[in-house]
């Protein structure tokens, strides 16, 4: 595949977004040194038993970046390229995008380095129940609360809580958030992160006066986020016309219909192979063309470092919605910077996700249970006062949106952090 993505070079494309604002803001060394850097790391080897008798060693990583506006919050990604410093640059993005949408929560994020698509169900809950046990003190409604992130979904949420429950002989659902609504998850919880991207959309073509109605989107990566986001632009009348995921990439200029391609990714956990069930797709000799592809639109939702100084010149689009995290290098920023492509920022665009694990949060501590209609308009109402927030921070310092919602992220964290004053 064309587009090498370089996963260590997340934590240096979010240390470099940090000094841009911070030069802006003008923060002082000692404002830096107290938010820049995360608080607690922790790695620990995980000792698993297989299907077959032997045990496989796994290497797991929790960290929490900085807990001033809150317990620290973020997923865990279960994916054969985590490294630590890929899970320190998703924390550090936590820290920002809790406090752009304002909710009282830090950063936090964890992840296991494994192929989960090779092990089986029971190899799988044994792992994940590994990780949370092995780092169980670090865990809690009050400290620090895991979500869903790449191939980790509600199931292993609720081995998760399980995990802490039985350890603590008692049910606590809220030590873990985007569990399944019958263990306390919230209803909508599935859908909020690319709900979350759609409601931005919809700010974002109300400013640039995209009519949505027929604009082309390509979409890269069809898992949790860039599925739902296609059925949101499908819905509200958009022509997604190019998809991708890590097995192929399919275009059809007509308008892919995307109810029908997430029948077949259901039942088969990827888009490989759908030309048999779809013959009007064309299939892609290489996915990564998509991000070039000739649309109003692109939703980058797959992994970070995909849109670099490489190919940041052959995109066409005029907006980009980051459904994923880091999925653009500072260099990539520059060029489309100068190009006046506008982006949405992850820790804006995709902060839906976050948004309704929050509310769950809040849920599970009530033990009272809201309805989904109440928790979409509460989405949509974080998601649009926080959007219009970014925009108005960014036409008030001439600058883009990503240097915008950290300003208006990096703002909150130190005022929490300096309110709090060093504990000595
Ligand atoms: P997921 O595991 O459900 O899906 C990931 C998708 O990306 C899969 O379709 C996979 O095939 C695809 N992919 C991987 N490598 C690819 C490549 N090289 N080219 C094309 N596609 C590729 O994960 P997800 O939860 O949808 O997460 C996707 C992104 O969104 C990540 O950056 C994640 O951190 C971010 N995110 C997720 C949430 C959430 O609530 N799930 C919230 C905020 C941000």
Known sequence: MRGTFDSTSALGNAMR????????????????AVIKQPRRVTEVKLPVQMDDGSVEIFTGY????????GPAKGGVRFHPKVTLDEVKALAFWMTYK???????????????????????TAELERLSRRYFAEMIDLFGGDRDIPAPDVNTGPQVMGWFMDTYSMHRQEFLPEVVTGKPPELGGSLGRETATADGVAICIREAARHLKIDLGGARVAIQGFGNVGSYTALNLYRDGARVVALSDDTGGYVYEEGIDIPRVMDYT?????????????????????????LEWDVEILVPA?????????????IRARLIAEGANGPITTEADDILDERDVFIIPDILCNAGGVSVSYL??????MG???SLRRIQEDLDEIMTSAFRAVLHMSQQHHVNMRIAAFLLGIQRVTTAAEMRGLYA
């Open 266 to 290: 259901r039942a088969n956990r990827k888009l490989q192979g759908i030309e048999t069930a779809m013959p009007e797709l064309i299939p892609l000799e290489d996915p990564m063309e998509i």
């Open 62 to 69: 929790r960290v929490q970046h900085n807990v001033a506006r």
């Open 302 to 314: 797959a992994l970070e470092n995909m849109i670099t100084k490489e190919n940041a010149e052959k």
């Open 17 to 32: 977004q940090f000094d841009r604002a911070a030069g802006v803001l003008k923060l002082t060394p000692n404002q830096i």
């Open 368 to 370: 009272y249970y809201w």
């Open 98 to 120: 809790c406090a752009v949408v304002n909710i009282p929560m830090g950063g936090g994020k964890g992840g296991v380095a494994v192929d989960p698509r090779k092990l089986s």
């Open 360 to 365: 769950e949060w809040v849920q599970n501590r």
